[in-house]
């Protein structure tokens, strides 16, 4: 191409309009708009900032962060790192943070599953497993999150007190304190276990990336899984045996009026996990009918027409297709779990939300308890969306 | 060789034929689109099949490989019955090549991707080798240049050509068209017919489903007449042309006439 000489009567950049000043030009108009916008915008703030700043100073309320450092004395249920009373509001924070994003990772993976599931039995051709799917979405689409987080967690509260505990399985109760599950005492050989199998995971993805390459070169397709079940399944049962197997089984049984041991779901976070996951699996069955659908017929018969086996056709050919079209709405059902997790405050998780509503009520700092329910949100809601679109941009598809 | 020739030496050395139908009956529903369809097509053949929309010719090639299930009669191919066997029906589609009318190529892959696909993930071949295969095929219906592009890059006669190279990497046996020109504006179609030709001087068994009366003269064997879902007449293109002997043949060649 460069070599050709350029013919110099096309061999110029499309001309720059000149700017009419006049209020029929388009351009005009939108720089006029946009200048507005911004100010509107900005008086807004400067107002609230000025209106605050006065109020505060009247009512001689203190701003600043400086309680965080002050002994909280609120207590918390449940908690995933080590806490009491005694120890700093900030601390306090930071466990309700952490309570938040617990429920929030394993809704959204189990929303995940369960509406990918449902959303493919939907376009079943088995009628009765389609009309079911169906009607599970109708149903929780249809009745308000809250009311249906308020019916878990009242079901949950009408289950029988700790002695008349249900027992479906051997070490396993159901009762108004929420489920107890037989565990068995954590100790270092369980952790390396722990840590060979997140190496594991690691190692098979890697083998995977390796196998692929290597067919790509010799035309051999290998399989994944044996590889994948030694590096995942045997290396940590090795490592735990290596380290002397120890295994104290840890199973709750009663005392008086309740459970000892084992490892315990509070109702409240099963309530909440069940309501979040339930509502939301639902949406996310449509977005997942609606991608598969958006594939033209057509691609499938390419496929299948090629000699494709149908495992193949769906994982080559289909769902990366349907991903395009799921993803920037699945990224808008993850947010929403996140911030609908915040309805905990209704039924007594203590989330961030409800920590921070109670640190600003003991302390009297609104305006800070409030930024950092904002800032905690928007941190995370950030970061689910600056994943999600960086993994939406690697997919989208050229059209021109 | 003419055409009918071709015909009798195929019958004579007695080769099985590539596709065979026998009796075929299927239905929509209720809607009874083909009927006792029988149809031969020794290796080699070239069949083009035409008739008014709603003929049920679509749906005889689209039982060829299976798209579609018949569910009455036998479908041979190559040797191996048509039936509810997942490796047989496997078999098949490998020896089989399509080409639909809307192109159907695959949005998210590069034209050179699109064509090594198959060839890696079902003939297990290495992709340097399946690359070398996709461009000579690319070269061959003389777009090697868009290899690296994406199908929404290319124009319609170009997306179909892609197609054609895209079902030749298999390296089929026998290559199946689904009005191949229909979607097309008419100076593509000249693109895509001509590779077509050029397949067929290959000795490629093909069976075309078209409504290209020339390309039929220039190519066809045989010219395989359907409405109504039945075969109602066939033979080699000029007798069928020149000399309809159904009042439903003679309406057909009218109207296609009239309208070009």
Redesign the interface.
Same mark, same amino acid.
């Given at each position: 191409m460069s070599d050709v000489p350029a013919d110099p009567r096309y061999a110029r950049q499309a001309p720059r309009r000149p700017l009419r000043l006049s209020w029929s030009d388009e351009r005009v108009r939108n720089i006029v708009w946009q200048a507005l916008v911004v100010g509107g915008v900005l008086a807004v703030f400067y107002w609230l900032y000025r209106n605050t700043s006065y109020n505060l100073e009247v009512r001689r309320i203190a701003t600043g962060f400086g309680f965080l450092e002050r002994e909280a004395g609120l207590p918390i249920a449940e908690s995933l790192i080590e806490y009491d009373p005694s120890m700093t509001y900030f601390r306090a924070l930071l466990v309700g943070v952490l309570n938040t994003l617990k429920v929030a990772i394993v809704g959204i993976v189990l929303a995940t599953i369960l509406g990918t599931l449902l959303g493919i039995a939907r376009l079943s051709r088995n009628w009765l497993l389609a009309r079911i799917a169906g009607a599970y979405v109708e149903l929780v689409r249809d009745l308000p999150l809250l009311l249906q987080l308020l019916f878990w967690y009242a079901l949950l509260q009408a289950l029988p007190g700790p002695r008349q505990a249900l027992n479906p399985v051997e070490g396993v109760f159901l009762s108004n304190r929420g489920l107890k599950l037989p565990f068995f005492r954590w100790e270092d050989a369980h952790s390396w276990a722990m840590i060979a199998f997140v190496l594991g995971v690691v190692g098979t993805f890697l083998y995977r990336r390796w196998a692929r390459a290597r067919?790509?070169?010799?035309?051999?397709?290998r399989a994944v899984w044996p590889i994948g079940a030694a590096l995942m399944g045997a290396l940590p049962l090795a490592v735990w045996w290596a380290l002397g197997a120890p295994f104290q089984p840890d199973i709750p049984f009663l005392r008086g009026f309740n459970f000892q041991g084992g490892l315990t779901v509070s109702p409240e976070f099963f309530a909440l996990l069940l309501g979040l996951t339930l509502y939301t699996a639902g949406f996310i069955a449509e977005i997942v009918r609606a991608g598969i659908l958006a594939v033209?017929q057509?691609?499938w018969?390419?496929?299948?027409?090629?000699?494709?086996?149908r495992g193949?056709v769906m994982s @080559? /050919?289909v769902l990366?297709?349907a991903l395009?079209v799921i993803i920037p709405p699945m990224t808008s059902q993850f947010l929403n779990i996140t911030k609908n997790s915040s309805l905990a405050v209704a039924i007594g998780y203590q989330d961030i939300v409800s920590i921070a509503n109670t640190t600003l009520n003991q302390t009297g700092q609104a305006i800070e308890g409030i930024a950092i329910i904002m800032l905690v949100y928007l941190t995370i809601s950030l970061s689910i969306s600056l994943f999600m679109n960086w993994y939406n941009a690697r997919?989208a @598809? /050229?059209?021109? | 060789m003419s055409a009918a020739e071709t015909l009798t030496s195929a019958v004579k050395a007695n080769a099985p034929p590539a596709i065979s139908l026998e009796r075929v009956n299927k239905w929509f529903g209720s809607l009874h689109v083909l009927r006792d369809v029988n149809l031969s097509v020794a290796h080699g053949e070239r069949v083009v099949v035409c008739g008014p929309s709603g003929s049920g010719k679509s749906t005889l090639i689209r039982c060829i490989n299976r798209l579609e299930e018949h569910q009455e009669g036998r479908i041979t191919v190559d040797g191996i019955e048509l039936s509810d066997d997942l490796k047989a029906l496997d078999a098949i589609r490998r020896e089989v090549g399509m080409v639909f009318q809307s192109f159907n190529l695959f949005p998210h892959l590069t034209i050179l991707e699109n064509c090594t696909l198959a060839p890696i993930w079902v003939r297990k071949m290495p992709k340097k080798e399946a690359e070398a295969l996709a461009m000579e095929y690319l070269t061959r219906v003389r777009i090697p240049e868009q290899a690296n592009k994406y199908p929404g890059q290319l124009s319609g006669g170009q997306q179909q050509r892609v197609a054609i190279a895209r079902a030749l990497c298999m390296q089929p046996k026998i290559m199946l068209f689904d009005e191949p020109t229909s979607a097309l504006d008419p100076e593509m179609i000249k693109e895509v017919l001509d590779t077509m030709v050029m397949l067929a001087d290959t000795g490629m068994t093909m069976i075309c489903v078209t409504h290209e009366m020339g390309f039929a003269r220039q190519v066809a064997d045989r010219v395989v007449f359907m409405d109504r879902g039945e075969i109602v007449e066939q033979g080699v293109p000029e007798t069928i042309f020149n000399n309809p002997q159904t009042e439903r043949l003679k309406l057909f060649l009218s109207q296609i006439l009239r309208g070009h």
């Open positions: 067919q790509m070169q010799d035309g051999q397709p033209n057509g691609q018969e390419a496929a299948q027409a090629l000699g494709l086996p193949r @080559l /050919v990366p297709q395009r997919i @598809l /050229v059209e021109r | -």
